[in-house]
């Protein structure tokens, strides 16, 4: 995993820029899909790297999340 993304990650963390995040998610979502729409190639290992991205911007922005019960879920989501 990059550790540039952790840092970025990290960052946005820090200053609670959750849009930020979302919007990073949504970007790594789409490159998954498009790896795994290419043919010709084999894109297993551009795709674990893609997934442990996710997992650690998911990890941001679950970081984010306010406690239970803080605000209501509709707020939230």
């Known amino acids: 995993m990059s550790k540039a993304l952790?840092?970025?990650v990290d960052g946005?963390?820090?200053?609670?820029?959750?849009?930020?995040?979302?919007?990073?998610?949504?970007?790594?979502?789409?490159?998954?899909?498009?790896?795994?729409?290419v043919s010709g190639i084999d894109p297993e290992k551009s795709l674990a790297v893609v997934q442990a991205e996710l997992a650690l911007i998911e990890?941001?922005?679950?970081?984010l999340k306010p406690p239970p019960g803080s605000i209501p879920d509709n707020e939230w989501g």
Do not use: F
């Open 6 to 8: 952790e840092l970025i």
């Open 12 to 37: 946005y963390v820090k200053v609670r820029d959750r849009r930020a995040l979302t919007e990073l998610l949504a970007h790594r979502r789409k490159l998954v899909a498009d790896l795994q729409a």
């Open 59 to 63: 990890a941001g922005l679950e970081a």
